[in-house]
């Protein structure tokens, strides 16, 4: 099946797919360099010093149940600020390859970026998502820091 411009499997489909809101995502894949800009992706500023979600990486099977939680990883650590991840968060799922899972609620782990106290202006890091098959996902994050 083809989802958001590359060939993958259900289960990666489903790992791409989960965010923090029900709407659509669009099915450009941006260059790995550049922030991954979508409906999945916070955009609201972060304050300096508080724990911000950002992205909850989820997988599903065909009945739309949540699968085992992707193993998380920083490929590419923020320079203002620090990267954690917390399992067992729930998210909608945002969209999915027949629009079947669309809306419904799977639990996965959540992204979350705190910037340090006196941070300004923006921050950049990558996460990456594996499943148990051995298929990965990147997203790169832009932030912005609230004044």
Request: some cysteine.
């Amino acid at each position: 099946m083809i989802v958001t411009g590359i060939r993958m499997s259900n289960a990666l489909a489903g790992l791409l797919l989960a965010a923090c809101s029900s709407a659509p995502a669009p099915v450009a894949v941006p260059p790995l360099d550049l922030p991954t800009q979508d409906a999945a992706t916070r955009t609201m500023p972060v304050v300096a010093g508080r724990p911000a979600r950002v992205f909850v990486f989820a997988g599903w099977d065909a009945a739309c149940a949540s699968t085992a939680a992707p193993q998380v990883t920083v490929a590419t650590a923020p320079v203002q600020g620090e990267v954690s991840f917390r399992p067992g968060q729930s998210t909608s799922i945002a969209a999915s390859a027949g629009g079947t899972c669309a809306g419904r609620t799977v639990t996965g782990t959540g992204v979350y970026y705190t910037a340090r106290v006196g941070a300004r202006g923006t921050d950049r890091f990558a996460v990456e998502a594996k499943l148990a098959s051995g298929e990965t996902n990147r997203r790169v994050f832009e932030v912005t820091i609230a004044e």
